[in-house]
């Protein structure tokens, strides 16, 4: 399949070819291009060393600063306790609706003010909500920082919610909702939670009932507990410490909220049954996620389970991609990683294929998981993971965003700031024995479910040849509503 | 060569922190560069900036979906895909592999209705692997081509059609659209994507036709950003692309687009649509032209997130849409102004027509305030600015520079276009580009079973 040409044999087919016609008596026309099909032998690569970024406190909150003055920019990134998972039953959404609402009244502005103020400063500011993590992110030019910085404060601290403003962003998360649920990339993507994690903090979905249960009592106690106890503040560009801690005090010194009381989230709760599937009457591709349990993000084989998935899904030379798009042509772009939470990681391998191609794409991508995990990849395939992934290294620290990106990564399954220090040489040490054992121990194949959303007019023959033969053989098809609740089963 | 790094930084830190609304030469971003052009008629831009041991890669031909004839519709796209199977010496389906292992990032091509772009980033001590892979498919491209690797490329792009128009909603309207506001047989009525029948039709002999049409040297720009020695930069330049041939570079039949005389609408049924949308559209000044810039300004003044007066009267006060977005897609020839506004369910489409209506009037006869424009021309300063971060980013906009107004000096020039504009230039250009008889609308509607039925 991988069709790539070695260097090296090109380079001793090439002398051949120009040798060896030399002893025959027609004297042939040498190609005055042919030194083009040895490739360029790369310098020596620069060393790069881990950013170190400055760490202090301000009062209860960590900050960490990248100071960058290349450009006249500053952005703020703000990550607070909390999140979706601590949601009251019921009323899923709740954080979320909140921390927008933040940017919708504070002490001395109502929304229109607001508005144009930061139009007038040109800066951005938004609101976010993770399952784990929430927080409040500005981005402004350095010239208008201060004022910024009061209406970020402004925001965060006096927050004022009247009960139309609540009700309006609720009708509006409804009619997205209502939305989202007819576009089949995004219904798969949202019903992927409930059958992967089921009504655990990771399953758990906003739903018409639960957006209709929201209300202002419920936004002033979430805004109330918002805390600099472990919050973590990431602050990159044209700023000194000294003018950021003044600024920063001179607005939030009386900021002393104490940290919230979070429940643990406990453990997955994934529903029985191997093959779910929703039916989207006009979908015109047939939306595919294979998911599993997999390691936690602090495994000490973290590095040969990067470079297996490497070979496995992750990017285009992946062998996901390039069976189902480049050999088959049924997608434009297949394939996935690990996708890491603080206490473990989902195996999640997406396609949108072509409707006739539903079925064989399922049994090619658990083809794919089933061979990497019985025989060593190549050497060719080894080593281009593996220089690639150093060699992306300064890729990884070559913006301010880029490299707080990575420290809050870092921060958030809770790795040293150093962590990338040895990262070459941990990586430089796996070898074909490392990468085929993880994906043994990692690739879960036995634990795998598939998630199947497209119209079912065109594709239950195929759902119901999966599930004849092959590696899902005897499972049946749970069906699901856009919600991710079960419906009764097809009549056969 | 650290010295070099800080004068570009210092050049472009000392213009923004002086920005004022007065325009002078000073206070202006700038991205130091050389410009040269080799024998082969392939012309180079290098931007040296060795702050971070990368390089950014970006070609830009000057070829786009406008230069397509008629039922070949989503072939310049297409050719684009051909591009990345493989070239003589690099033997097939070379070009991820080989970059994956150099540790490339940011590795893609892209085609619009005016240009196709390659572009990589890779680590500096990598130049010359970049420069391997790209001179290879500018020479010897059609040395692989076979038709199995067509067959499959023309999959992959109609499950991209697929992914990108037919299976979203509201996919559809922006077909519709296109059909509204170009007439048969220009190239711009079936997007760049093109039809599902065109892409079945293409053959080896039209990417081996539209290579030699439109892939000669003469008709690219190369652009090399980041960590490299001028001197040396020029040199591997050179050897990689020196001994190309040189062929005329191709002539382009400038578009030929109509202007409406009456307003033109179309309902549309998607059966992936829960909300009500009104899309409409005007043909406005091409890109650079004059009017363009009042034009962004005018869809910043409607629309910008928060401020807009469609956002606020919408949107903020009278929650009868979900959202509003205005802007102006501007293009070579001709560009598009759009107005897309999504409906809350149940709010009569009519009344919202109305409500539109009365703002694009209001902004046609009264100039709007000074705060409002200074607050769109702060928007696009600050949109400048944040966009020079990235290595790729500062060769897009020199080669955009270069292709539409055929140089690469041209950040002041810019910049002084939403500086200079007044209310009454905005009101004016809005006035004669907006106007109600050569507006196109398509409405998409729900299904009716959809949104009855039970999920």
Not at chain 1, 68 to 90: K, V
Not at chain 2, 164 to 183: I, T
Not at chain 2, 302 to 323: C, D, M
């Amino acid at each position: 399949m991988m069709r790539r040409i070695l260097h090296l044999s090109q380079l001793v087919l090439l002398l051949c070819s120009l040798v060896a016609p030399a002893a025959s008596a027609a004297e042939p026309q040498a190609d005055p291009e042919a030194w083009r099909a040895v490739a360029p032998t790369p310098l020596p690569a620069k060393s790069v060393a881990t950013p170190v970024p400055q760490v202090f406190r301000l009062g209860a909150m960590e900050v960490l600063l990248i100071e960058r003055h290349d450009l006249p920019t500053i952005s703020l990134q703000l990550l607070l306790a909390g999140g979706s998972a601590w949601d009251p039953p019921g009323r899923e959404g709740q954080a979320s609706l909140c921390m927008e609402l933040l940017e919708a009244g504070a002490a001395k502005l109502n929304l229109d003010e607001i508005s144009d103020k930061k139009a007038d400063l040109a800066v951005a500011i938004d609101a976010w909500t993770g399952v784990e993590q929430q927080g409040l992110n500005m981005a402004v030019l350095s010239r208008n920082f201060l004022p910024s910085l009061d209406l970020f404060a402004d925001l965060l601290l006096h927050p004022s919610l009247g009960p139309r403003h609540l009700a309006n962003a609720v009708a509006r998360r409804k009619a997205a909702l209502l939305q989202t649920q007819a576009n089949p990339a995004l219904v798969a993507r949202r019903v992927a939670g409930p059958v992967a994690y089921g009504a655990q903090a990771w399953g758990r979905l906003a739903t018409e009932a639960s957006l209709s249960a929201l209300d202002v009592a419920g936004c002033t106690q979430h805004d109330a507990a918002l805390s600099p106890e472990g919050a973590h503040l990431y602050v990159v560009g044209d700023v000194t410490r000294p003018a950021l801690e003044k600024a920063w005090l001179a607005r939030f010194g009386e900021w002393k909220t104490p940290a919230p009381k979070l429940a643990p989230l406990g453990k997955p709760l994934p529903p029985a049954g191997r093959v779910f599937a929703v039916d989207l009457p006009g979908a015109e591709q047939t939306l595919l996620h294979i998911m599993a349990p997999g390691p936690e993000r602090t495994a000490t084989d973290y590095e040969a389970t990067t470079l297996m998935m490497g070979v496995l899904a992750t990017g285009f030379t992946s062998r996901i991609n390039m069976n189902l798009r480049e050999k088959h042509g049924w997608t434009y772009g297949a394939g996935g990683s690990f996708q890491y939470r603080r206490d473990g990681s989902l195996l999640s391998l997406t396609a949108a294929v072509r409707v006739d191609a539903s079925g064989p794409s399922v049994s090619e991508m658990v083809s794919e998981i089933n061979t990497i995990r019985a025989s060593p990849v190549t050497l060719d395939e080894l080593a281009r993971e593996k220089e690639g992934d150093i060699l992306e290294l300064p890729a990884r620290w070559s913006t301010g965003k880029s490299i707080a990106n990575t420290l809050q990564t870092l921060q958030y399954y809770g790795l040293p700031l150093n962590w990338y220090d040895g990262y070459a040489a941990r990586v430089q040490a796996v070898d074909l024995a490392a990468l085929q054992k993880a994906a043994r121990d990692h690739l879960d194949v036995d634990a795998a479910v598939v998630l199947i959303v497209g119209d079912f007019k065109k594709i239950t023959p195929q759902i119901e040849a999966l599930i004849s033969s092959g590696p899902l053989a005897g499972q049946v098809v749970h069906r699901l509503d856009t919600d991710g609740k079960p419906l009764p089963a097809l009549a056969k | 060569m650290k010295g070099l790094a800080h004068a570009v930084v210092a050049a472009i830190c000392a213009g923004w922190w002086l920005a004022s609304a007065v325009a002078h030469a000073a206070d202006m971003p700038r991205i130091p560069h050389e410009v040269f052009t080799l024998p082969s008629g392939l012309e180079v831009v290098l931007v040296s900036d060795r702050s971070v041991p990368l390089v950014a890669v970006d070609i830009w031909y000057h070829v786009g979906s406008s230069d397509e004839v008629p039922g070949k519709s989503g072939f310049a796209h297409l050719f684009e895909h051909m591009m990345f199977q493989g070239a003589k010496h690099i033997g097939e389906d070379a070009h991820f592999a080989v970059l994956k292992k150099a540790g490339a990032s940011d590795i893609n091509g892209t085609t619009s209705t005016d240009r196709t772009n390659y572009h990589e980033q890779v680590p500096s001590h990598q130049l010359d692997t970049a420069l391997w892979l790209e001179s290879d498919r500018m020479g010897w491209l059609l040395d692989t081509l076979n038709q199995k690797s067509l067959d499959n490329q023309r999959e992959v792009v109609r499950n991209e059609r697929r992914q990108r128009h037919d299976n979203v909603p509201y996919g559809g309207e922006s077909f519709a659209l296109a059909q509204l506001l170009y007439p048969e047989g220009h190239p711009r009525r079936f997007l760049t994507i093109g039809r599902h029948e065109d892409l079945q039709a293409a053959s080896l002999a039209d990417v081996q036709a539209f290579f030699r049409q439109w892939y000669a040297p003469s008709n690219a720009t190369l652009c090399l950003a980041g960590d490299f020695e001028v001197g040396e930069a020029k040199a591997a330049v050179q050897k990689w692309f020196g001994t190309l041939p040189k062929v005329a570079a191709p002539q382009h039949k400038p578009l030929n687009t109509p202007q409406l005389l009456a307003p033109q609408q179309q309902t549309l049924v998607d059966p992936l649509a829960r909300l009500e949308r009104i899309h409409m559209a005007w043909h406005s000044p091409a890109l650079y032209q004059a009017g363009d810039a009042e034009l962004d300004l005018a869809a910043a003044i409607l629309g910008l997130n928060g401020s807009g007066r469609l956002n606020k009267r919408l949107v903020a006060h009278e929650h009868v849409a979900q959202s509003v977005h205005a802007y102006q897609v501007s293009l070579q020839d001709s560009s598009e102004f759009h107005l897309v506004i999504d409906l809350r369910p149940g709010v009569v489409r009519s009344d919202v027509m109305a409500e539109i209506d009365y703002e694009l009037q209001r902004l046609r006869k009264e100039p709007p305030s000074e705060q409002e424009l200074k607050r769109a021309v702060l928007s696009a300063e600050s949109h400048m600015v944040w966009g020079l971060e990235e290595l790729t980013a500062r060769c897009e906009l020199l080669q955009a520079y270069r292709h539409y107004l055929g140089k690469t000096e041209a950040i002041a020039e810019d910049m002084l276009r939403y500086r200079n504009a007044t209310p009454q230039s905005v009101a004016a250009v809005v006035a004669r580009v907006l106007d109600p008889q050569r507006r196109v609308t398509v409405f998409t509607v729900p299904q009716q079973s959809a949104l009855g039925g039970v999920p």
